[in-house]
């Protein structure tokens, strides 16, 4: 799938706001008198009940009626249920919601539609390392008809939190280290749920998380303390939720880390003065899974203290934690709160479900027959292989050992090799995974009749049954009962029969995500032992390596000839890599994380400030450098092979100096000068080389996916306006100012040729 033209920030227009504005904006009068009217009706008790949004577990169709949380619908006490699964169960307590219910208040259904449906895409880290806009909208597109199919009508995506270091787990649900990609990505998701109209039946609502600084967390541990300056929010990590907003973003939801020392649930200045009245925000904001609660452990006061401190900052629903439902009438008794905050916050959550078109249809998304159309579907599939293969990349391929030729024996190795749980990746809630493909059977399928695949497990994930178990849950364990020695003679013994060995290794897709931070990013002890008595074989190896995450790579880019990172690939993920693998598809990936050399550099990133002892040389004492190790990355930031190569031709500026009205032109030509027609990612990175504050040794400022048959040549142009060089200052004024820029276009952040021009 092909890129538009070229993404900068000057470049790509925000969406109107017109699907997500509120009364004191909208300018929409019929749904103002509506709800004014439902709201007169409606007693303090169903205001409160509307904020709710309780857990239900599976009910099964035909009996929701009985259920408890058909009682607390009845009573009013319910605006949404989430990941509830099935058209026909949603069905059912939708109607127990508007035909028994005193007020006939359809809900909201949401679920975590992370990266596709049933259809799965590859997980988001692994989707921007396409840096293919139309493919990731595209992919949303896809979810959001699938989705909504089913009965859901709301989605807890895109995740757009910047993340820097690859402890944590959840960097596989993010786009990476940049906020200038990151942006660009949260605009394409947006608009790929969300459509152009929230009234299309196959759209459903974008919910961006985790409103903020989520993804930076102190020494890589989920839901731990996140704690920066003002300056480094705003140029570092907050643009994505802007960008997320501009766009349309129906609902946000809060973080579970403090920022400036308050939880974001309860943090007024984040949720009010940032959110709303900074960047215009008038959608609902939900909390995340229990948030509320879980500031008493912050020690912000008890369930009742929370409730009222979550309120007033701006939160409009309170997600399982009851703290809502269960304090907010005595506190309002109380004074805590006042009517009017109750009030905001229900017209917020009723507003969504008019622009979702509940009001008008409440059975709107509960068509019984468009599953079996829409689900799953063949074309849906196809384009979900296509895009997986865009989304790989290619760390090395000494001798060009990659593609492999479909003839003799390739051995396929390794404890991801046949599994099929595992293929999604991690958030895939709604996956079938017994109708997809494992690796091997996708192998056995594209080198049927021309080739021979022989395979063994190799090794367990790891040798630690406990680990393992904790990296394997839900549904998705792998473990082989036999010995590690045992296991190990097995591929040894295929490995000798084999022409080429195929390894498949990294990460399970538990290994990575929500609470699975870990403190060593190598590949698994077992797995590390069985790939070095592979290589006493003598064969070649590649490496397929799956992971939701950065790892540290050192030994593998030492001793093997090729690396494909694979990320997890979604539904279509085995025949996907299969098609890179034996060159049906050219690899054209490049990284969105730097891939560190050891633990200890992290967080690591590419765009980060410089110091007043940089370092020259490893090692230079009085430097900032390490005794054991250089500063740079394994690999950097945009990096990614090809089965061809590009070659850049000499950066040239139209003008070496402009005003902040002026614009000037960058232009490198770009050449396939090898032996496959292959897509190169172009980067434009630009550097203030001197500010009223601190900067950047360089910042990404705009890329294009140029696609060239072997031997043509390209002009690639980036138009530098002054909106590129606007950064927050101490003030936190959105500023550019005069003086020296440095320019810098290449094939990664780390290999680039520079110009320089001077704003005036």
């Not at 470049?11 to 019929?30: F, M, N, R, W, Y």
């Not at 593998?556 to 060159?583: K, R, T, Y």
């Not at 090692?619 to 250089?630: I, P």
Request: hydrophobic residues 40%.
């Amino acid at each position: 799938m092909k890129l538009k033209k070229i993404f900068m920030a000057a470049a790509v227009a925000a969406t109107a706001l017109t699907a997500c504005q509120s009364k004191s904006s909208s300018g929409d009068a019929e749904m103002d008198r509506y709800i004014d009217d439902l709201m007169g009706q409606m007693t303090l008790h169903e205001k409160i009940g509307q904020l709710n949004l309780p857990v239900t577990g599976d009910i099964v169709t035909g009996q929701a009626k009985s259920s408890n949380i058909a009682e607390k619908i009845k009573a009013g006490e319910v605006g949404g249920l989430f990941n509830l699964k099935g058209v026909e169960k949603i069905r059912e307590v939708q109607r127990v919601a508007v035909e028994e219910s005193r007020l006939h208040i359809p809900l909201i259904f949401g679920m975590d539609v992370i990266h596709g449906y049933e259809t799965v895409f590859p997980i988001p880290l692994a989707l921007s390392c396409s840096w293919d806009m139309e493919a990731i909208e595209k992919s949303a597109q896809i979810a959001a008809r699938e989705a909504s199919a089913d009965g859901i009508c709301w989605t807890f995506s895109p995740m757009v939190d910047i993340c820097r270091d690859p402890r944590w787990g959840r960097q596989s649900e993010g786009s990476g280290e940049d906020p200038f990609l990151g942006s660009a990505i949260a605009r394409a998701m947006v608009k790929g749920y969300q459509g152009e109209n929230l009234q299309d039946s196959a759209t459903i609502m974008a919910c961006v998380k985790h409103f903020a600084l989520y993804g930076a967390p102190e020494a890589g541990r989920d839901y731990n303390t996140v704690d920066m300056s003002r300056v480094s929010m705003f140029n570092g990590y907050l643009a994505p939720y802007k960008a997320a907003v501009e766009a349309g973003a129906g609902s946000v939801m809060s973080s579970f880390n403090v920022v400036d020392g308050i939880p974001a649930t309860g943090n007024k200045w984040l949720m009010t003065d940032v959110l709303r009245d900074m960047w215009g925000f008038n959608g609902f904001v939900v909390t995340d899974y229990t948030a509320i609660l879980e500031m008493i452990d912050h020690g912000m006061g008890d369930l009742q203290q929370v409730s009222a401190l979550s309120l007033k900052a701006g939160t409009d629903m309170d997600m399982v934690a009851d703290g809502f439902v269960g304090t907010l009438e005595k506190s309002l008794e109380e004074g805590k709160v006042t009517e009017e905050d109750i009030n905001k916050a229900c017209r917020r959550i009723l507003e969504a479900k008019y622009k979702l078109g509940l009001f008008a249809d409440p059975y709107k998304y509960c068509n019984v027959e468009r599953p079996k159309k829409e689900v799953f579907s063949a074309e849906n599939r196809a384009i979900a292989r296509e895009i997986a293969a865009e989304t790989f990349v290619l760390l090395k391929n000494e001798d060009n050992l990659l593609p492999l030729q479909r003839k003799g024996r390739i051995a396929l190795i390794g404890p991801l090799a046949d599994t099929k749980a595992n293929m999604p990746g991690t958030w895939s809630v709604a996956a079938v995974s017994d109708r997809y493909k494992s690796l091997l059977e996708g192998m056995k399928d594209a080198v049927a009749g021309k080739a021979e695949v022989l395979y063994a497990k190799g090794s367990n994930l790891c040798y630690d049954a406990t680990l393992e178990a904790n990296a394997t849950m839900f549904g998705r364990e792998m473990r082989d009962p036999r010995s590690a020695e045992a296991m190990r003679a097995e591929a040894l013994s295929v490995a000798q029969r084999a022409d080429v060995i195929v390894f498949a290794g990294g990460e399970s897709s538990e290994f990575s995500g929500e609470c699975s931070s870990r403190s060593n990013l190598d590949l698994p002890d077992a797995q590390l032992d069985l790939l070095k008595a592979l290589k006493k074989t003598g064969k070649p190896i590649v490496m397929l390596n799956f992971a939701g995450r950065a790892t540290v790579m050192n030994w593998e880019n030492e001793n093997l000839p090729a690396i494909l990172q694979v990320w997890f690939g979604g539904s279509e993920a085995a025949d996907a890599i299969c098609d890179v693998l034996f060159g049906d598809k050219v690899p054209s990936g490049k990284l969105t994380a730097s891939f560190p050399k050891a633990v200890g550099q992290l967080p690591l990133y590419y765009n980060h400030l410089n110091t007043g002892r940089p370092a020259e040389k490893w090692f230079s004492k009085f430097r900032s450098n390490y005794l054991d190790v250089d500063n740079d990355p394994l690999f950097p930031f945009g990096y990614g092979l090809s089965y061809t190569t590009f070659t850049y031709g000499d950066l040239t500026l139209d003008a070496t100096s402009m005003t902040e009205s002026g614009k000037i032109t960058a232009t490198v030509k770009v050449t396939n000068t090898g032996n496959y027609d292959g897509t190169e990612v172009v980067q434009l990175y630009i550097r203030d080389m001197v500010g009223s504050i601190s900067r950047p040794v360089k910042e990404l400022k705009g890329f294009e996916r140029v696609s060239l048959k072997k031997g043509e040549s390209r002009d690639v142009t980036f138009e530098i306006t002054a909106d590129l060089l606007r950064f927050y200052n101490s003030n936190i004024e959105y500023v550019c100012e005069p003086g020296e820029f440095q320019v810098m276009v290449g094939g990664d952040s780390r290999n680039v040729q520079t110009a320089n021009f001077t704003l005036e």
